[in-house]
């Protein structure tokens, strides 16, 4: 009857059927009050999800977060409920200065990349990078190195200088935690990555180092876009009195929040740690 209402008349179809309008009324009533309970029931849901997400999912998130519970709901109809909420997802734009210094008496590493930053197992690629983390007391620099196949943060490293002990304390975490074995490690032209000491502690460890071109964001993209959530995530909401509150905050956005539990649209909606075992398992069962 509700998919002919606009073509016949209730009392009519009611007629025809042996029902009673009363019951007609009823009876779709019942519907419209199960269906909106539904939804408040699912709000709740979706609304905890965002809220967990330090209100930064969008509703493909919140959606692949309810599938992952085991809960099937319709992507538009998530999305419908979050509009009528007023509940957004973070929105990504890097916009910030550019904080690469290239040596011109030092020699860059070549472009191993050439920007495919493809990768099929993990330690095959390393891509990393320098960003500034502003606070009341000045900038807090962080270095990290990512792994270009499950978007981990493997290394990093925060300082209040640009020195290259910043760049050369992110390669050591990556490098004690994923023991490579001729990994390529991916960056800009910046003094740090082309120092003496950064390329002689490569040449210790067995890895490759690959460097783009300067100021081209394209040559370093993976980087960039993890540095693109940081700020959209982190940076833009919070105001640091001190360092030591910004490195708190960095590293349980690192630690707490992206490696382990952030989901992914590029890894099929996981989060890189989850990720990294999922593909573990399939690999060697459980």
Request: charged content about 20%; overall charge positive.
């Amino acid at each position: 009857m509700s998919a002919n209402q606009a073509v016949f008349p209730i009392v009519t179809m009611a007629r025809v059927l042996g029902v009673s309008e009363a019951g007609c009324y009823a009876w779709r009533h019942r519907l419209l009050f199960a269906h909106a309970q539904a939804d408040a029931a699912l709000l709740k849901r979706v609304q905890s999800i965002h809220a967990g997400s330090h209100a930064t999912y969008g509703s493909p998130r919140v959606h692949a977060e309810l599938r992952a519970n085991g809960e099937k709901h319709g992507r538009k109809r998530v999305a419908r409920l979050m509009r009528a909420a007023g509940l957004v997802g973070a929105s990504r734009h890097r916009v910030g200065m550019t904080i690469t210094k290239r040596d011109k008496e030092a020699r860059p590493a070549p472009d191993l990349v050439d920007r495919d930053f493809t990768a099929t197992a993990p330690n095959q690629l390393w891509v990393a990078d320098i960003t500034f983390v502003p606070t009341a007391t000045g900038f807090l620099y962080l270095a990290v190195v990512l792994d270009a196949w499950s978007r981990k943060v493997v290394g990093w490293s925060m300082a209040n200088h640009l020195r290259a002990e910043l760049v050369l304390d992110a390669m050591e975490m990556a490098i004690g935690q994923r023991r490579p074995k001729d990994v390529v490690h991916h960056s800009d032209q910046g003094s740090q990555y082309t120092s003496l000491a950064f390329g002689k502690r490569c040449k210790e460890a067995g890895v490759r180092p690959s460097m783009g071109s300067v100021g081209d964001a394209y040559d370093n993209a993976m980087c960039e876009s993890f540095f693109a959530t940081l700020e959209c995530e982190l940076l833009e909401r919070r105001r640091f009195a001190s360092q030591a509150e910004a490195r708190m905050a960095c590293f349980g956005f690192i630690e707490g929040w992206y490696n382990p539990v952030r989901l992914r649209s590029s890894l099929g909606y996981l989060s890189p740690m989850a990720y990294e075992a999922a593909t573990e398992v399939a690999t060697t069962g459980p």
